[in-house]
């Protein structure tokens, strides 16, 4: 299957959502479970779909390989953190804020809210 899109630009997001929830790369991509690694995790997801505008298949791919029902299960999950878990709201619109500094960034879609 070949994947069309960004791959350095949505590295740098997968990147910025380590950052926003201070978990290492390797672990995000890799299949580690703590809780903080699976957060950052979530908002990966949620801004490569969201920020990006890419497919579940392509989100899948940037984080790790991924099928792409895993995909959407990580954007669900995210919308339910934003809702349901202190602090991950705020983490996330630090992330968006941050992702909007990319070259060649035009915004898709509003903010996300609660």
């Not at 505008?53 to 919308?79: E, Q, Y």
């Not at 991950?88 to 619109?93: H, N, S, T």
Request: aromatic residues 8%; hydrophobic residues 40%; positive net charge.
């Amino acid at each position: 299957m070949t994947f069309k899109y960004d791959q350095v630009r949505s590295q740098m997001v997968v990147d910025i959502a380590c950052m926003a929830f201070a978990a290492e790369r390797y672990r995000v991509i890799n299949r580690h479970r703590d809780t903080h690694v699976e957060k950052a995790r979530f908002a990966a997801y949620y801004l490569l779909r969201h920020e990006m505008g890419l497919s579940f298949p392509n989100v899948g791919h940037a984080v790790g390989g991924r099928d792409h029902t895993t995909a959407m299960h990580g954007v669900k999950r995210a919308k339910e953190m934003m809702r349901t878990t202190p602090g991950f709201l705020r983490r996330l619109q630090a992330a968006w804020e941050a992702t909007k500094q990319l070259p060649d960034h035009t915004e898709r879609v509003a903010r996300p809210r609660r």
